[in-house]
């Protein structure tokens, strides 16, 4: 199979969907690789070294998009990217389709295979694609929060970690899964006062165990989320419904509650954001400012530590892409369920009940099971 990795075009996006070693594992197998110039050189991957593996470099994003079967990304294709995609291409990426209409009626309307990082599954009920970038974005958001809690910044001039005589700060993290874990080790680290919140008992025991006392777990609740959010330095939204729009748990009145001067910083606004105020930011400008709350909402948050995020990527999505390549997208996706499951798009079917329970109506888009769509 030829494998098409262009380079990424998004504000400071500097991942690549394949680092040098990875795309030299499907050359290994008798495929080719054809990477646009400069693809990696954004995180120290020359185009030299990836004619060592044994890659192809190619001059254009536009000439990879015609010559390739399979086209591996990071972030979701921009519209001038779906509409160079064909029937029966492969496109394997993050895609977040459920708060992107433009994009979700671009890949549909190209017939092509798309197939979506945040969505594969594994035996543990777990997301394994989206689990690296996940526990980036969770360790990324108490460095931000951190950062814009300074009083330069717009914050109300709260070192979390307090110092001697001084009490620390107050870190609220919705949502328990891998990035709330993940922020809550940053935050312990940095000596804050943690408080997590979640839906789920068993996790929240699991998250009690983990800690041994160093968090507070709560059971979320409507009034939960007020109280707490109102005694916030920083909140963390980490909560998820794979393949679905996030749920606003945190409202336009809790945010005007909170301090002067607290950090909201929105993990889930890949996926609609689950605060009322989210809207995408970037790296460039991944502030503003509402209610006097300052909210960093950067949409592709482990794009700012790039090269660690895209070897973390590499080695979750490598064994899956690898079967596709082998044995063709239709015989790896029946079979394997989890692979199934993150079919998303196929050949303008929609195989997603989250975005089709988000962009159903708007889009008249009809669910189809995958293994159904596929047969």
């Known amino acids: 199979m030829i494998i098409g990795v262009p380079k990424e075009v998004k504000n400071h996006e500097y991942r690549v969907g394949l680092n040098p070693a990875a795309a030299n ?7 080719t690789v054809l990477v646009e110039t400069h693809a990696g050189e954004g995180i120290g991957f020359s185009d030299d070294d ?6 192809q470099i190619i001059d254009t994003a536009k000439a990879i998009f015609s010559q390739a079967e399979m086209i591996i990304k990071v972030k979701e294709p921009q519209p001038f990217e779906c509409e160079m995609l064909r029937p029966d291409q492969i496109l394997y990426t993050y895609l977040h389709l459920a708060p992107d209409p433009v994009q979700t009626e671009l890949l549909v309307k190209s017939k092509a295979i798309c197939i979506a990082y945040e969505t594969v599954t594994d035996n543990a009920g777990t997301l394994p694609l989206l689990a690296p970038m996940s526990e980036v974005a969770g ?53 804050a006062d943690v408080t997590i919140l979640d839906r789920s008992l068993p996790r929240l025991r699991e998250l009690d165990d ?27 939204g980490a909560v998820l419904i794979p393949g679905a729009a996030a749920p606003k748990l945190l409202t336009r009145k809790h945010i005007a509650n909170m301090k002067k ?32 709350v300052v909210h960093y909402c ?59 329970d988000a962009l ?10 995958a293994l159904q769509a596929i047969s």
């Open 25 to 31: 594992e499907f050359i290994q197998h008798g495929h």
């Open 210 to 236: 983990i800690f041994n006392g160093r968090v507070r777990t709560v059971y979320s609740t409507t009034d939960a989320i007020a109280q707490y959010s109102a005694q916030a330095d920083l909140v963390v």
């Open 50 to 55: 990836y004619e060592l593996a044994g890659a």
């Open 298 to 356: 950067v949409a592709n948050m482990p794009g700012g530590v790039a090269r660690t995020s895209t070897l973390a990527l590499n080695n979750a999505t490598l064994p899956f892409g690898l079967a596709i390549a082998n044995k063709g997208a239709e015989q790896a996706l029946k079979d394997d369920v989890h692979l199934a499951n993150g079919l998303n798009v196929y050949k303008g079917l929609v195989t997603c009940q989250g975005v089709v």
């Open 360 to 369: 159903g109506e708007s889009l008249n888009l009809e669910y189809i099971p």
């Open 139 to 191: 360790r990324m958001a108490i460095q931000a929060g951190a950062h814009y809690l300074e009083k330069a910044q717009g914050g109300n001039g709260t070192l979390l970690g307090g110092v001697p005589g001084v009490a620390p700060g107050n870190v609220v993290i919705i949502g328990g899964g891998v990035v709330g874990t993940n922020a809550a080790k940053m935050a312990v680290g940095l000596g």
């Open 261 to 292: 001067g607290a950090v909201v910083v929105d993990v889930a606004i890949d996926q609609g954001g689950c605060f009322a105020t989210s809207k995408a930011t970037t790296h460039q400008e991944p502030v503003y400012i509402i209610d006097d």
